[in-house]
């Protein structure tokens, strides 16, 4: 259940014993606080908060000694939103890009909220909150499930401060200490796969303390265009031999997830054999664990690069008329495809734009999604010399650079037109001979 959100962004990565600190600065989100009905728009108010998690691994290159420590307030303030949650175990699979994301000129965005595992009640303690964190550009992603730690009593100082929005105790220095029990990850937001091919699409888990017996439930989701539907569903354990335990219900023929990478080192990723264009879309990897839940979005998108061909394979400059030169550009996807003629002369060292660029086709869509476009160039070929290059170059997103095919104008046959003139004599005398 969401109740309140934190926005953030990177603030800066400091030091602390065994690890590292890194702190966000957010924004407290409410929803619906204080709103009338006619209030329109979207119903949130929002409030400066600080969330810092601390202890992230370091790696052996990273020198601590560079690093300032994260000082706390010195004058608690219960108004003041600041969490510190302590991620040293479960650790953040390549927790160190989200502290060199500020070196790299990359933003962490993060969302917070509280969160209530499955079967307990509001006001049951501890608290949980779930914290979202993307890196910017469609690389690491992570969800982090906190719980509050018991904040001591010192009873010099009376009982202990309460946040005033969230109505949680906080430690001496006004902070609300909690600690990371259960997280999902990917380290790809975003994947490609080529049409027909096998693409993989990450996801995994991480728990502070997991029984063997415990039973570990995924489902992989596919949303697309305003449409949802289940690609897999598997359920998985140890037995109280130690065997492996599984149930699995597949909607995607093609799909598959390894039960036995699942429960022993929580890789939840899911295999796509023989991608469609139908594949393409939003989809959610949700992991359930004894009370906890939490889940990642992956971004899935479809390419197949385009086939291109000439309809000629030569062109002589000999010709009068008009003739038509099309360049076909087949099978591909997306729909994204330009086309544009050049042509370079024996004597010039780059190619030139052709000013006219003939007539494109409309898009022609195929059984299997992909896409066809044809470009239609009507030349004199007198107007361009013998050993002139004319190319059609096509630019796609599943190209990593254009694609050229080309052919060269060649020299007419020697005495073509003399034994035309000949011809025409013979035929004419022929004729004459015939008529008298």
Known sequence: MLEVLLLGYLMTCVSAEGGADLVLSCSLVEEGVGMGEMGGGALFTRTPATLVLRDIPVPPEQLLETL????????????????????????????????????????????????????????????????????????????????????ENDQSVGSPLIQSRLGLPLSQSGSLLTEVVFLVFT???????????????????????????????????????GNGRRVLDMKAGLTDSEELS???????????????????????????????????????????????????????????????????????????????????????????????????????????????????????????????????LYLMSLSFSPGTTITCRVSHPALSAPHSVSLTVAEPEPNSYLMFLVFLVITVIFFYQVMK
């Open 68 to 151: 300032t420590p994260f000082i706390p307030p010195t004058v608690p303030d219960p108004d003041a939103i600041l969490l510190e949650a302590k991620v040293s175990s479960p650790q953040i699979p390549d927790g160190d890009a989200l502290l060199h994301a500020d070196c790299n000129e990359q933003e962490v965005m993060c969302e917070i909220s509280r969160y209530f595992p499955r079967g307990t009640q509001k006001s049951t303690e501890p608290a949980h909150f779930i914290v979202s964190l993307q890196l910017e550009g469609g690389g690491l992603g992570t969800t982090l499930v906190l719980q509050t730690l018991v904040v």
């Open 246 to 376: 599984e149930e699995v219900h597949v909607e995607r023929q093609g799909s598959s997830v390894d039960a036995a990478l699942l429960v022993g080192e929580g890789n939840a990723s899911v295999t796509l054999s023989k991608v469609k264009v139908s594949d393409e879309g939003t989809y959610i990897c949700t992991v359930s664990v004894g009370l906890f839940q939490a889940q990642q979005v992956i971004q899935l998108h479809v390419t197949q690069p385009p086939r291109v061909s000439l309809s000629e394979e030569n062109l002589v400059s000999q010709t009068r008329m008009p003739q038509k030169l099309s360049c076909h550009c087949k099978n591909y996807y997306p729909l994204e495809a330009q086309m544009e003629w050049l042509s370079l002369s024996p004597t010039d060292t780059e190619p030139t734009v052709l000013p006219e660029q003939g007539s494109l086709s409309s898009h022609r869509q195929h059984s299997d999604g992909t896409f066809s476009l044809s470009s239609h």
């Open 187 to 225: 380290n790809a937001k975003s994947a490609s796969g080529h049409l027909r091919g096998d693409v993989l699409l990450n996801c995994g888990f991480r728990q502070q303390e997991m029984s063997l017996a415990q039973e570990v439930a995924l489902e992989w989701r596919l949303q697309h265009r």
